[in-house]
């Protein structure tokens, strides 16, 4: 139990262009969600937070209207690259915690964004 | 500001040897740690620890609390090289159920 997923694994585009990034819980509902941005050999930086229906919770530095979060669901929140920059090339990653397993975040298996 | 502090930050051995992963924490509102191993994908859950002096065991690895000390510790034993990865630790707290990671150890098992 507790799989998270996550789509495209790989994306490579132009810059300029935007990309949009699905994560889905697949045997449970997500309560909130969380999107990750990893660093090559450094650890996870959390971008936002976001509950089903409501806006998402950004974290200090990152911009809003650069990185679109929606959580229509209780199994689907995407991230929307927009008007992406080789700058935003990195792995992002999901996870989903549920309400009856307190802190545990179940990771996705991450997508590698290559913007040239 | 929430810390997360691991050590070391890496970490080599031979086959069959035990390691033990340090991670010390400042939390304010502390629930839970929770430990996960990160291959080359995404991070896997291994122990979410709440109480103190608990140990919890899955294996040959094990993880137990210290909430006085504000510390864990996470155990291999008989390492594999299958076992080589990056563990993470990280604490949540608070009400919106964000958790705070440390850097990582990078352990790597040698044949």
């Known amino acids: 139990g507790a799989v998270v997923s996550q789509h495209p694994s790989r994306v490579i585009c132009k810059s300029g262009t935007s990309v949009k990034i699905e994560c889905r819980s697949l045997?449970?509902?997500?309560?909130?969600m969380f999107w990750y941005r990893q660093f090559p050999k450094k650890s996870l930086m959390l971008m936002a937070t976001?509950?089903?229906?409501?806006?998402?919770?950004?974290e200090q530095g990152v911009e809003k209207d650069k990185f679109l979060i929606n959580h229509a669901s209780l199994t689907l929140s995407t991230l929307t690259v927009t008007s992406a920059h080789p700058e935003d090339s990195s792995f992002y990653i999901c996870?989903?915690?549920?309400?009856?397993?307190?802190?545990?975040?179940?990771f996705g298996p991450g997508t590698r964004l290559t913007v040239l | 500001e929430d810390k997360v502090v691991q050590s070391p930050l890496s970490l080599v051995v031979h086959e069959g040897d035990t390691v033990t992963l340090n991670c010390s924490y400042e939390?304010?509102?502390?629930?839970?740690l929770l430990w996960y191993k990160q291959e080359k994908k995404a991070p896997t859950f291994l122990f979410m620890l709440t109480s103190s002096g608990i140990e919890k065991k899955s294996g040959r690895l094990s993880s137990i609390l210290d909430k006085k000390e504000l510390f864990s510790i996470l155990n291999i034993t008989a390492t594999q090289t299958g076992d080589s990865a990056v563990y993470l630790c990280?604490?949540?707290?608070?009400?919106?159920?964000?958790?705070?990671f440390g850097k990582g150890t990078l352990l790597t098992v040698n044949p």
């Open positions: 990280a604490v949540g707290g608070g009400s919106n159920y964000k958790l705070t």
């Open positions: 996870s989903a915690r549920t309400s009856g397993r307190a802190d545990t975040q179940y």
């Open positions: 939390v304010t509102n502390f629930r839970s």
């Open positions: 045997d449970f509902q997500a309560t909130t």
């Open positions: 976001s509950n089903e229906g409501s806006k998402a919770t950004y």
